[in-house]
């Protein structure tokens, strides 16, 4: 069955660290790849996405992630957090043989400490 | 625009009763999926509506059941709850099936006793 590991559980940094959070998938064909997070007391909401083209995607708060096709990962990365990052954030995939159904990794947690 | 609607917020049901949760989509979207959240299991896909049909189910027992209306509106059912139903049940609409790009609502957070 198609499924996404997301490595670390909960991650805490210090504001300015840098960001890196990784998300593999099993190998299911064709696939579209997403990052989602979910701030404090708020909904899940897209952050990126990736479907054709550039590997390297940026979405939105000077996030960016990198698809490598060779080692079925799409890690998400940050330069320099912030306090406001802190949230829980999702990798997710949509695998066309599963009829393009999104399936999410079990997320990350990070804490950015000011 | 007006974000995905779900009510109720939040329930307190028995073990052995049942449970509907709506859901209004995003106006003009067509789709919505619903997920069930949990601590342990994360964010398990349910079933995905287009166009008042089912595309898409996923693995869950028969008591979870959901359908679509005319309008978009969703609505899930789970029959005989059990313990092990209690978690935030989250819809989410988008305007195309197939897109991954979802947006969600804030969920209705179902407590079993």
């Known amino acids: 069955a198609q499924s996404v590991s997301q490595h670390n559980h909960h991650v805490i940094l210090s504001e300015a660290a840098s960001l890196e959070l990784g998300c593999n998938y099993s190998y299911g064909g064709t696939v579209n790849l997403f990052w989602y997070v979910q701030y404090p007391g708020q909904h899940l909401q897209l952050l990126l996405k990736?479907?054709?083209?550039?590997?390297l995607v940026k979405g939105i708060k000077g996030f960016e992630a990198e698809f490598i096709k060779s080692k079925f990962s799409f890690n998400l990365r940050k330069p320099s957090v912030q306090w406001s990052d802190t949230a829980e954030y999702f990798c997710a995939v949509t695998y066309k043989a599963a009829g393009n159904k999104l399936t999410f990794g079990g997320g990350t947690r990070v804490l950015v400490k000011p | 625009k007006a974000g995905v609607t779900q009510t109720p917020r939040y329930l307190i049901k028995t073990r052995g009763q049942q449970v509907t949760l709506s859901c209004s989509p995003i106006?003009?979207?067509?789709?919505v999926s619903w997920y069930q959240q949990t601590p342990g299991q994360g964010l398990q896909f349910l079933f995905e509506y287009f166009s008042e049909t089912q595309r898409n189910k996923g693995n869950f027992p028969g008591r979870f059941s959901g359908r679509q209306f005319s309008n978009s509106r969703s609505e899930m059912n789970v029959s005989t709850l059990e313990l092990g139903d209690s978690a935030l049940y989250l819809c989410?609409?988008?305007?195309?099936?197939?897109?991954?790009?979802?947006?969600f609502g804030e969920g209705s957070r179902l407590t079993v006793l």
């Open positions: 990736y479907f054709s083209g550039d590997p």
């Open positions: 989410a609409s988008s305007l195309l099936p197939d897109t991954g790009e979802l947006f």
């Open positions: 106006s003009g979207h067509r789709s």
